[in-house]
């Protein structure tokens, strides 16, 4: 089965410093997934990437999936308050059902101190 | 847009008590719906997802059950609940852009 490793499993930067968060897959990955989450809150999409290579952005947060496909980084710049929460990223995983499914990495508590 | 609504938001029920979550989703028509549990410190896992009204497939054997009534309702369900499911439910939707989006959850502790 497709596990995900994500590191760290916890950050604590100062604000303003830049992070970066990684997702690393046992298998290929075919779309990967980048979810935000507040302490009991719903996850907030943030960024899907399907292509090897691709780089995707949003605002001060910039997500890139390696060439070869088994690696993903989360980049956040200039951290604020705003961006504290759990990270976690997702895969699609081949399903025996006709639904698509994802599975999750353990997430990234992330801190960030004013 | 897609909107989901998950209730109740916190629960507080003792060993061997039934259980009814309920996820209703609006702004969309035959969605596919997710129900997952997070446990404290641990990753999201999958327990149940439905396709349609009266189809649901079971990802983990456990004695939770799902249902799916109506095209927009999907209900999470044990009629004795463990300690061991304790946990965050969450209820989320497949978008025409092939990504699943989340509802605010359920926070559910046994005692």
């Known amino acids: 089965s497709q596990e995900l490793e994500q590191s760290p499993q916890s950050l604590i930067v100062q604000e303003g410093k830049n992070l970066t968060i990684n997702c690393t897959s046992s298998k290929t990955l075919y779309g990967l997934y980048w979810y935000k989450q507040k302490y009991g809150e719903g996850l907030i999409f943030l960024m899907m990437l399907q292509k090897g290579g691709e780089e995707k952005s949003h605002e001060k947060i910039t997500a890139k999936l390696d060439e070869k496909k088994q690696q993903s980084s989360l980049h956040i710049t200039a951290s604020q308050p705003s961006h504290a929460g759990i990270y976690l990223c997702?895969?699609?995983?081949?399903?025996?059902?006709?639904?698509?499914?994802?599975?999750f990495g353990s997430g990234t508590q992330l801190t960030v101190l004013p | 847009s897609q909107t989901i609504h998950q209730w109740p938001a916190t629960l507080v029920q003792p060993v061997g008590s039934p259980l009814s979550l309920e996820c209703t989703v609006e702004g969309t028509s035959n969605p596919n719906l997710y129900w997952y549990r997070q446990a404290a410190g641990r990753g999201l896992q999958l327990l149940f997802y439905?396709?349609?009204?009266?189809?649901i497939s079971s990802e983990v054997p456990q004695n939770l059950s799902a249902s799916r009534p109506q095209d927009r309702q999907f209900i999470l369900s044990s009629k004795k609940l463990l300690l061991s499911d304790s946990g965050f439910y969450l209820c989320a939707l497949l978008a025409a852009t092939d990504t699943q989006y989340f509802g605010p959850g359920t926070r559910l502790t046994v005692l």
């Open positions: 997702g895969a699609d995983i081949p399903s025996s059902g006709s639904a698509r499914q994802l599975t």
């Open positions: 439905s396709v349609g009204i009266g189809q």
